[in-house]
């Protein structure tokens, strides 16, 4: 389902450290916001802690497409504050 970002919040999201697409109201929190003119989008990571480094590093370990991009994430770490990119 397409969202605005703002007024209608996307059902589903991808986690930027494990790369799993979850649901946002479960599942996920938002850690911040992408801004470009009028579109906003969340930036999104997984509540449970454990079971997403557990994901992250199977996906490291069977050289999974984004394995790259999994360990940026791992090293950058969680973001603490609510982050917006202009």
Do not use: P
């Amino acid at each position: 389902m397409a969202s605005d970002g703002l007024l209608n919040k996307a059902k589903k999201g991808k986690c930027r450290i494990c790369h799993r697409v979850r649901k946002t109201e479960t599942q996920l929190k938002a850690v911040g916001e992408v801004r470009h003119g009028y579109a906003t989008g969340h930036i999104w990571e997984c509540i449970n802690i454990e079971e997403c480094n557990r994901a992250a590093n199977d996906k490291i370990t069977a050289r999974h497409k984004d394995s790259a991009l999994i360990e940026i994430g791992l090293q950058i770490g969680r973001f603490k504050t609510h982050i917006t990119f202009f």
